[in-house]
């Protein structure tokens, strides 16, 4: 199992990867649309074989990103924005945002609380019955 942080902005996504063990395997910025996915494709494949063995936290619930991700058969739970500013908040001495710390946060939240009331499975990993619970 991998864990998946994206800060997702206009016109790009912050990305940070990590084991279960909260590891960092590796973190990237990808852009918007085509490259950005196919990019994002290949960096999770370089640490994971089976998509449903990966997790993604995403910080919207909607849009083009959120559905190729879960085309995939990634598991995609977004995850609220305000809940990773207060795990940031409580997890961070100086409490500075960067949308890479975001990416790193979001990864750590959907880890240690997947089945937290936080988040909420998206897309078709939740209308299938795949996602185990919420980020």
Known sequence: ???VGDDWAEDHHDIHVMDAGGARLASRRLPE????????HELVAAHA???GQVVVG?????GLWVEALSAAGYQVYAVNPLAV??????????GAKSDAG????ISKHGA???N???GSPTGSTWRSGRGSGAC
């Open 112 to 114: 240690l609380g997947r």
């Open 49 to 51: 074989e089976d998509p």
């Open 33 to 40: 649309g085509f490259p950005g996915i196919s990019g994002f």
């Open 1 to 3: 199992m991998i864990f």
């Open 58 to 62: 995403i910080e919207t619930d909607r």
């Open 116 to 118: 937290g009331p936080s």
């Open 85 to 94: 500013a207060r795990y940031r908040d409580r997890h961070q001495v100086s």
């Open 102 to 105: 975001d990416a790193g946060d």
